[in-house]
């Protein structure tokens, strides 16, 4: 689990999570769908691009997640 916290702050010094109201892909097609208060840019975070070791933390993360392992 403290992976997991850890990738997260990561993420979030990357400033790859960020907060507030955003429209997703989905509210193309359900406009009315309540906006998302969390965006998670992984493409080009703000403050620079992710690791080599972010990036496989997150592969790793999901991988796990698809597994049902945490």
Do not use: C, W
């Not at 997260?8 to 960020?18: D, R, T």
């Not at 907060?19 to 509210?27: D, E, I, N, S, V």
Request: aromatic share 8%; charged share 20%; hydrophobic share 35%.
């Amino acid at each position: 689990m403290m992976e997991k916290q850890q990738l997260a702050v990561e993420l979030y010094n990357a400033g790859a999570i960020q907060f507030g109201a955003y429209q997703l892909k989905m509210h193309e097609e359900h406009p009315d769908a309540p906006l998302s208060p969390i965006y998670i840019n992984l493409r080009m975070p703000p403050k620079g691009v992710l690791t080599e070791e972010t990036i496989e933390k997150i592969g790793t993360a999901l991988y796990e997640e698809t597994l049902g392992q945490s």
